[in-house]
């Protein structure tokens, strides 16, 4: 029962990133807009792999549905979205792993917390 419940999971996860894929320029970036002022980033579409960023494309989906038309919007703060991509740009090997719950949990005691424990994030 356990297996068929994770393989379910599975195929559910990959049927959404595939549907999102199917949305993205073939140039290597796409737009995604964040926050309730819809603010547009442009990030590499090999972000669209990463945990942190398949757990924002859950969120999208649970809460706005699959939308056919206009932008990608992700369901997250402007200011965390910005902490988000400075850190994967700048150390996306060590941090591409971490689901969207770790970076929460990274971001949570502010940014006085990141840069004395990813100092050299801000260098």
Request: aromatic share 14%; charged share 25%.
């Amino acid at each position: 029962m356990k297996t068929t419940n994770m393989i379910c999971k599975i195929v559910r996860l990959k049927q959404l990133v595939q549907r999102w894929w199917r949305r993205i320029r073939p140039a290597g970036l796409f737009a995604v807009y964040v926050g309730d002022e819809h603010r547009r980033f442009v990030i590499p579409t090999r972000f669209i792999n990463l945990s942190v960023f398949v757990s924002l494309l859950n969120k999208a989906e649970e809460e706005f549905g699959y939308q056919s038309t206009g932008g990608l919007v992700l369901p997250c703060d402007v200011e965390f979205f910005k902490m988000l991509l400075s850190i994967l740009k700048r150390d996306e090997r060590r941090f591409g792993s971490l689901d969207l719950d770790d970076f929460m949990e990274l971001f949570s005691d502010g940014p006085n917390y990141l840069h004395t424990q990813f100092a050299y994030l801000h260098t």
